[in-house]
T-cell receptor
Framework: SQQGEEDPQALSIQEGENATMNCSYK?????LQWYRQNSGRGLVHLIL?????REKHSGRLRVTLDTSKKSSSLLITASRAADTASYFC?????????????FGQGTILTVHP | GAGVSQTPSNKVTEKGKYVELRCDPI?????LYWYRQSLGQGPEFLIY????????DSGLPNDRFFAVRPEGSVSTLKIQRTERGDSAVYLC????????????????FGPGTRLTVL
């Protein structure tokens, strides 16, 4: 079953603009991760944020986490055509489910040059 | 160093046949995971190995699916009596010991095996 729900399902922007994707989840988590997938194949890990963290940065990526609302957002600043991909959030509930990632359905991002 | 590798990259089979999908994790990673991704969906967890043993196989859809990791490295996902609904991309990931320190949380994914059941 899919815990995360991502919004929007598809996003189309121009190069240089910022892209924001949102993820909501249902159960408590140990951490939340964002992945990128090109052409429906292997996933690339982007960033991990733990349940006791509120914000993390990595290069042009900024992730926020609001555990009270069970939601996270991924911001890509100054987007490039090469950022075109599907983006997934994945939650790790920890405990006996440690390591078992539950993915959302993803956001398809298209960046036009 | 080498990433996670999966073979074959594509597999076409007929309904009712048996298939084996192979995953070679990153050297030194003791945890290994299998996921299945249907078109337009996010990956869904199938099974997770810690060393040679299956720590969590709650995602295997039925008893036609089985996975092994006999020496704690390479893993094989086996599907018996394949059905058209088994068609999907099967993804493998590995990580350092799950449940350990911070480095354990990040899973590194292979390129996947696209299985098509005719």
């Amino acid at each position: 079953s899919q815990q995360g729900e991502e919004d929007p399902q598809a996003l189309s922007i121009q190069e240089g603009e910022n892209a924001t994707m949102n993820c909501s989840y249902k159960t408590s988590i140990n951490n939340l991760q964002w992945y990128r997938q090109n052409s429906g194949r292997g996933l690339v890990h982007l960033i991990l944020i733990r349940s006791n963290e509120r914000e993390k940065h990595s290069g042009r990526l900024r992730v926020t986490l609001d555990t009270s609302k069970k939601s996270s957002s991924l911001l890509i600043t100054a987007s490039r055509a090469a950022d075109t991909a599907s983006y997934f959030c994945a939650t790790d509930a920890g405990g006996t489910s440690y390591g078992k990632l539950t993915f959302g359905q993803g956001t398809i991002l298209t960046v036009h040059p | 160093g080498a990433g996670v590798s999966q073979t074959p990259s594509n597999k076409v089979t007929e309904k009712g046949k048996y298939v084996e999908l192979r995953c070679d994790p990153i050297s030194g990673h003791t945890a290994l995971y299998w996921y299945r991704q249907s078109l337009g969906q996010g990956p869904e967890f199938l099974i997770y190995f810690q060393g040679t043993g299956a720590a969590d196989d709650s995602g295997l859809p039925n008893d036609r699916f089985f996975a092994v990791r006999p020496e704690g490295s390479v893993s094989t996902l086996k599907i018996q009596r394949t059905e058209r609904g088994d068609s999907a991309v099967y993804l493998c990931a590995s990580s350092y010991a799950a449940g350990g320190g911070r480095a354990a949380d990040t899973q590194y994914f292979g390129p996947g095996t696209r299985l098509t059941v005719l």
